[in-house]
């Protein structure tokens, strides 16, 4: 079974610029994660996404960040402008049914962006 | 809100002993606990997990850990750990009912020493 994908792997900008990044989840998987992990620091949800609407985004800085699903499969996440403290890894994740609590969730590689 | 606190950020031990991992949680309500690794250079994955049932449950590569709910813990441990073992190790919480992303601690960097 393939795993949860992501790309790109790695992204350097700088400042006030724009990224982006995409998910493709494992197949089936109705529910999809967005995480944010600080170097040092354990993963920060930013947004769940339950098939192709929103279910939790109440940690997502929504004045830069934004996300979509569309048809309910792919995921992107993007950061329009970028902040040095956005230098982070972006981990996706996703689960088969979600919304309950006891699903596992599969993560992906992870993308590490660095801002400077 | 929920929040996850791991005592130790870092620990080094010996092929062959023992390890015990703290985790401490903060939320009044129904919890599900869970412990992520991470070895080097790969992604995160599940250990174990507890949801109901038997408070002690048992994951893969022979850890397991113990769900004492008057305490908010769910420590990790293994009774003897392996070079193989070297990696960070996250605890994670969710309440489900809906919005279901896990809260995780720091980690806890674990060194094992041939």
């Known amino acids: 079974e393939a795993g949860v994908a992501q790309s790109p792997r790695y992204k350097i900008i700088e400042k006030r610029q724009s990224v982006a990044f995409w998910c493709n989840p494992i197949?089936?998987?109705?529910?999809l994660y967005w995480y944010q992990q600080i170097l040092g620091q354990g993963p920060k949800l930013l947004i769940q996404?339950?098939?192709?609407?929103?279910?939790?985004d109440s940690q997502l800085p929504k004045d830069r960040f934004s996300a979509e699903r569309l048809k309910g499969v792919d995921s992107t996440l993007k950061i329009q402008p970028a902040k040095l403290e956005d230098s982070a890894v972006y981990l996706c994740a996703s689960s088969l049914e979600g919304g309950v609590g006891t699903d596992t969730q599969y993560f992906g590689p992870g993308t590490r962006l660095t801002v400077l | 809100a929920q929040s996850v606190s791991q005592h130790n950020h870092h620990v080094i031990l010996s092929e062959a002993a023992s390890l015990e991992l703290g985790c401490n949680y903060s939320y009044g309500g129904t919890v599900n606990l869970f412990w992520y690794v991470q070895y080097p250079g790969q992604h995160l994955q599940l250990l174990l997990k507890y949801f109901s049932g038997d408070p002690l449950v048992k994951g893969i590569k022979g850890f397991e850990a113990e769900f004492i709910k008057s305490k908010f813990s769910f420590n990790l441990r293994k009774p003897s750990v392996q070079w193989s073992d070297t990696a960070e190790y996250f605890c994670a919480v969710t309440s489900g009912g809906g919005a279901d992303g896990l809260t995780f601690g720091k980690g806890t960097h674990l060194i094992i020493q041939p």
């Open positions: 996404f339950q098939n192709n609407g929103v279910v939790d």
């Open positions: 197949s089936g998987h109705a529910t």
